[in-house]
């Protein structure tokens, strides 16, 4: 029973993390533009939220918790907002390609993450690692009244605020005029104009909140995650990447994202947990570690089954925007 | 142009206005101002944060991409790698196939290579063994490129996600390799692979150990240059990418066409999974492809599918990465650095391209017309 629990709870956290990242990015794509920023773009919402919340932490005598976490969220939600400006700016403004502009932003973020990250592990001295026990602490407080309720009581509140968030969007896309609009652009974005609709704010607008977002996984990932702690290297790029195939398994819908994030964390951490859930059924078996890389291969051999699968059936309510990826210029009508 | 008439009150203060062609040089001046604003840009972000002379950190990145022949050789590998990719992707984005996968195909290429040189390395003489993992490199290229083509051409499945996700089932194929063949054991890596013997490595040849991955590689940038533009094929790719349905409506077989170039895009990316185990690192592991991938497909855009404009962007930007860890070591920074300098130029060049397609007309201008003419 442990050993189910304890899957469950790491699955929770780590989809909370690709959660947030894909809700960002199907809104961008209902807008029509297909982001492949989003790794970058979570890199710079995790490294701004430490940033902000490390001066704040180590130049104050006694931080307190809610300055500690406006400061934090504040940086966080500024720096993701920057990359998103960037990236509306050149695709939309400059008419650049989408896929190349994506991709320059994910070198990018995830640069200026490590560079900084590592720049702040040397700042913090001592075993050359950063920690902010403050602000983690404060990111990780569980709700009143759960104190003593499994799994619940080791989630902070940004894995509410991303259901929150899901339920919003989805009632948002689905129900409201502007989402609807929103839609529209997406869809077809020349008629969206004939309409009356202004694509370009549209856009920007669905940029901008969606990579804000985005940043807020990042910023997870570094207070919840990993508890307030900077090790550079690809782990955050890869979860971002791993956020742009939930997109897909969600088919554009943000309530199947909340499943389908827990469910690619049960998968991502099966390999961990398999011999000993096999072993409560009376099978006996060893993972050697070769095997565990096998099963951490799931995901993505899961988004690809979905991807076929979807393509196939042809339903079309399960399919892409139509304007995915499609620049729009008015003049080239 | 009759929505915005000159003699409307209502112009907006700007508009936008497609261009005619521009002459080369032209289109070469802007791009040459982007990079210089863009090195300008990096000179105050460099400033502001570690508080460093740009021109010496410029000078600094200069000696360590071209300071000693040795870095100088360091630099060309790196960059004929780089381009190898770049090379492979050209086709496959030139028929508006976004082939985001080549991160996989190069992994794929390697995995194949690295088993070779363990299996047959004491088995078969290095020159056979060369042609051999060149010949099934290219095989498992094409074969991992050919699945999403396959999907793609048969039910319309979205290549760009597709791709993608194949880059990660590719790594994990890596790690599980990397474990099964992992010397020695507990190290977490393969090691260098027939370090004695050296079988299965490039040979130095006119005393270069480089020279072979230079020679592969020009070879190939000249094929791909004359196979897209002087062949039948090439043409088949130009007209798909321009238009589907025009191709459709002239004959031509676009599913055919379309899982044709991918089997040449993955074979050509597999071969630089070659070079890199069997010509540079003569080992394996899922770093092995470092975001080359992702990095050709910048190249292979921005030089418009150009083969030589390719080999001038490439070496840009391993000049970029070559410099800065050269800047990391020097000044005791993160060799991340690189990644923010290339993001930045990046930006810089790609938002260029908006100047040389369109040009900006100023409320009460009064519209020339065919302003820039050959």
Same mark, same amino acid.
């Given at each position: 029973?442990?050993?189910? /629990? %304890? #899957?469950?709870?790491? $699955?929770?956290? @780590?989809?909370? *993390?690709?959660?947030?990242?894909?809700?960002?990015? +199907? &809104?961008?794509?209902?807008?029509?533009?297909?982001?492949?920023?989003?790794?970058?773009?979570?890199?710079?919402?995790?490294?701004?939220?430490?940033?902000?919340?490390?001066?704040?932490?180590?130049?104050?005598?006694?931080?307190?918790?809610?300055?500690?976490?406006?400061?934090?969220?504040?940086?966080?939600?500024?720096?993701?907002?920057?990359?998103?400006?960037?990236?509306?700016?050149?695709?939309?403004?400059?008419?650049?390609?989408?896929?190349?502009?994506?991709?320059?932003?994910?070198?990018?973020?995830?640069?200026?993450?490590?560079?900084?990250?590592?720049?702040?592990?040397?700042?913090?001295?001592?075993?050359?690692? /950063? %920690? #902010?026990?403050?602000? $983690?602490?404060? @990111?990780?407080? *569980?709700?009143?009244?759960?104190?003593?309720?499994? +799994? &619940?009581?080791?989630?902070?509140?940004?894995?509410?605020?991303?259901?929150?968030?899901?339920?919003?969007?989805?009632?948002?896309?689905?129900?409201?005029?502007?989402?609807?609009?929103?839609?529209?652009?997406?869809?077809?974005?020349?008629?969206?104009?004939?309409?009356?609709?202004?694509?370009?704010?549209?856009?920007?607008?669905?940029?901008?909140?969606?990579?804000?977002?985005?940043?807020?996984?990042?910023?997870?990932?570094?207070?919840?995650?990993?508890?307030?702690?900077?090790?550079?290297?690809?782990?955050?790029?890869?979860?971002?990447?791993?956020?742009?195939?939930?997109?897909?398994?969600?088919?554009?819908?943000? /309530?199947?994202?909340?499943?389908? $994030?827990?469910? @690619?964390?049960?998968?991502?951490?099966?390999?961990?947990?398999?011999?000993? &859930?096999?072993?409560?059924?009376?099978?006996?078996?060893?993972?050697?570690?070769?095997?565990?890389?096998?099963?951490?291969?799931?995901?993505?051999?899961?988004?690809?089954?979905?991807?076929?699968?979807?393509?196939?059936?042809?339903?079309?309510?399960?399919?892409?925007?139509?304007?995915?990826?499609?620049?729009?210029?008015?003049?080239?009508? | 142009?009759?929505?915005?008439?000159?003699?409307?009150?209502?112009?907006?203060?700007?508009?936008?206005?497609?261009?005619?062609?521009?002459?080369?040089?032209?289109?070469?001046?802007?791009?040459?101002?982007?990079?210089?604003?863009?090195?300008?840009?990096?000179?105050?972000?460099?400033?502001?944060?570690?508080?460093?002379?740009?021109?010496?950190?410029?000078?600094?990145?200069?000696?360590?991409?071209?300071?000693?022949?040795?870095?100088?050789?360091?630099?060309?590998?790196?960059?004929?790698?780089?381009?190898?990719?770049?090379?492979?992707?050209?086709?496959?984005?030139?028929?508006?196939?976004?082939?985001?996968?080549?991160?996989?195909?190069?992994?794929?290429?390697?995995?194949?290579?690295?088993?070779?040189?363990?299996?047959?390395?004491?088995?078969?003489?290095?020159?056979?063994?060369?042609?051999?993992?060149?010949?099934?490199?290219?095989?498992?290229?094409?074969?991992?490129?050919?699945?999403?083509?396959?999907?793609?051409?048969?039910?319309?499945?979205?290549?760009?996600?597709?791709?993608?996700?194949?880059?990660?089932?590719?790594?994990?194929?890596?790690?599980?390799?990397?474990?099964?063949?992992?010397?020695?054991?507990?190290?977490?890596?393969?090691?260098?692979?027939?370090?004695?013997?050296?079988?299965?490595?490039?040979?130095?040849?006119?005393?270069?150990?480089?020279?072979?991955?230079?020679?592969?590689?020009?070879?190939?940038?000249?094929?791909?240059?004359?196979?897209?533009?002087?062949?039948?094929?090439?043409?088949?790719?130009?007209?798909?990418?321009?238009?589907?349905?025009?191709?459709?409506?002239?004959?031509?077989?676009?599913?055919?066409?379309?899982?044709?170039?991918?089997?040449?895009?993955?074979?050509?990316?597999?071969?630089?999974?070659?070079?890199?185990?069997?010509?540079?690192?003569?080992?394996?592991?899922?770093?092995?492809?470092?975001?080359?991938?992702?990095?050709?497909?910048?190249?292979?855009?921005?030089?418009?599918?150009?083969?030589?404009?390719?080999?001038?962007?490439?070496?840009?930007?391993?000049?970029?990465?070559?410099?800065?860890?050269?800047?990391?070591?020097?000044?005791?920074?993160?060799?991340?650095?690189?990644?923010?300098?290339?993001?930045?130029?990046?930006?810089?060049?790609?938002?260029?391209?908006?100047?040389?397609?369109?040009?900006?007309?100023?409320?009460?201008?009064?519209?020339?017309?065919?302003?820039?003419?050959?």
């Amino acid at each position: 029973m442990q050993q189910i /629990i %304890s #899957l469950l709870q790491s $699955s929770i956290w @780590f989809g909370t *993390v690709i959660l947030y990242g894909a809700m960002g990015e +199907i &809104l961008t794509e209902k807008g029509g533009n297909l982001n492949l920023g989003v790794p970058g773009i979570m890199s710079l919402g995790a490294i701004g939220g430490l940033i902000g919340s490390f001066f704040y932490e180590t130049r104050v005598e006694e931080p307190s918790a809610a300055i500690c976490l406006l400061v934090t969220l504040l940086c966080a939600l500024g720096l993701s907002l920057f990359g998103g400006l960037i990236y509306s700016f050149l695709t939309i403004t400059l008419r650049a390609n989408q896929n190349v502009t994506g991709l320059t932003l994910t070198i990018f973020g995830c640069g200026i993450a490590n560079f900084y990250g590592s720049s702040l592990n040397t700042l913090a001295g001592g075993v050359g690692q /950063i %920690s #902010l026990p403050v602000t $983690s602490a404060a @990111f990780r407080a *569980v709700l009143p009244g759960l104190k003593n309720t499994p +799994i &619940l009581n080791t989630l902070g509140w940004l894995v509410y605020l991303s259901i929150a968030i899901a339920v919003i969007l989805w009632y948002f896309l689905s129900r409201t005029r502007t989402g609807l609009n929103l839609r529209a652009v997406g869809e077809n974005a020349a008629t969206a104009d004939a309409a009356g609709i202004n694509v370009t704010r549209y856009k920007y607008l669905a940029i901008c909140v969606g990579c804000a977002i985005s940043g807020l996984g990042g910023l997870y990932y570094t207070m919840d995650y990993i508890k307030g702690t900077w090790t550079s290297g690809g782990s955050l790029e890869a979860l971002g990447w791993l956020s742009v195939a939930l997109v897909i398994f969600a088919r554009w819908k943000p /309530i199947h994202a909340i499943w389908g $994030s827990y469910l @690619f964390g049960v998968l991502n951490w099966l390999y961990f947990y398999f011999a000993d &859930l096999l072993g409560l059924v009376g099978i006996s078996v060893t993972m050697t570690r070769s095997s565990q890389e096998i099963f951490k291969m799931l995901p993505y051999v899961v988004t690809i089954l979905v991807l076929i699968f979807v393509s196939f059936r042809r339903k079309r309510e399960d399919q892409p925007p139509a304007g995915l990826g499609l620049p729009y210029f008015r003049e080239e009508r | 142009m009759s929505e915005h008439s000159p003699m409307d009150s209502r112009e907006p203060l700007l508009r936008i206005a497609k261009r005619d062609a521009l002459p080369f040089w032209k289109n070469w001046a802007i791009r040459l101002a982007a990079v210089v604003l863009a090195l300008l840009v990096c000179a105050v972000v460099v400033y502001a944060t570690v508080k460093l002379s740009p021109l010496k950190v410029y000078a600094a990145m200069w000696s360590g991409a071209f300071g000693t022949v040795r870095r100088s050789w360091v630099t060309v590998r790196d960059a004929m790698l780089l381009l190898c990719v770049g090379i492979g992707l050209a086709p496959a984005f030139k028929m508006r196939f976004w082939n985001i996968g080549a991160e996989g195909q190069i992994l794929i290429g390697g995995i194949v290579t690295a088993a070779c040189m363990i299996y047959w390395g004491n088995s078969m003489p290095t020159s056979l063994l060369l042609v051999v993992m060149f010949l099934v490199s290219a095989l498992a290229g094409a074969v991992w490129g050919f699945i999403p083509a396959f999907f793609r051409a048969r039910w319309n499945t979205n290549e760009t996600l597709f791709t993608l996700m194949m880059n990660y089932v590719a790594i994990q194929l890596t790690s599980f390799f990397v474990s099964k063949w992992e010397h020695p054991i507990g190290s977490n890596s393969v090691g260098i692979i027939n370090i004695d013997t050296r079988a299965g490595w490039f040979p130095t040849l006119f005393g270069q150990q480089y020279a072979l991955n230079v020679i592969i590689v020009l070879c190939l940038t000249l094929f791909v240059f004359f196979y897209l533009r002087s062949s039948k094929h090439g043409y088949e790719i130009a007209v798909v990418g321009e238009s589907e349905r025009t191709a459709q409506y002239i004959g031509l077989n676009v599913k055919t066409i379309v899982m044709r170039t991918m089997l040449l895009s993955g074979a050509i990316c597999g071969v630089s999974g070659f070079i890199a185990v069997s010509g540079v690192s003569h080992t394996i592991s899922t770093v092995t492809a470092n975001g080359r991938g992702f990095t050709a497909i910048i190249v292979a855009w921005l030089a418009k599918f150009n083969a030589f404009v390719m080999v001038l962007i490439s070496f840009l930007i391993v000049f970029l990465e070559r410099g800065a860890s050269e800047i990391a070591s020097q000044f005791n920074l993160s060799e991340y650095a690189a990644k923010i300098l290339t993001g930045i130029i990046l930006f810089f060049i790609i938002g260029s391209e908006f100047f040389i397609n369109y040009r900006i007309i100023l409320r009460g201008r009064k519209e020339k017309k065919s302003s820039c003419s050959k």
